[in-house]
């Protein structure tokens, strides 16, 4: 599933499609008025890919599910 960072409504680990970086989205971070919140603010939108459902995903495993979908990684 990709889509834009700020659609991101369920927790899981996802890949920021541009430049590889993973995201670790927990359940706590997406209640709303909970803090911290993530805001990302660019000139462009943010696509990000859902990768797991397990926002504790172990680096080894994420890498090869990246390498897998063919999406670049920088973690």
Same mark, same amino acid.
């Given at each position: 599933?990709?889509?834009?960072? %700020?659609?991101?409504?369920? /927790?899981?680990?996802? *890949?920021?499609n541009r430049r590889g970086t993973l995201l670790r989205i927990p359940a706590d971070s997406l209640i709303p008025g909970r803090s911290p919140a993530i805001e990302v603010i660019s000139d462009e939108p943010w696509l990000v890919t859902k990768i797991s459902?397990? /926002?504790f995903l172990p680096l080894t495993k #994420?890498?090869? *599910? #990246?390498?897998?979908? %063919?999406?670049q990684v920088h973690f």
């Open positions: 599933m990709t889509c834009e960072f %700020d659609q991101v409504d369920s /927790p899981g680990v996802y *890949i920021e459902e397990d /926002p #994420a890498r090869m *599910i #990246a390498a897998d979908l %063919d999406l």
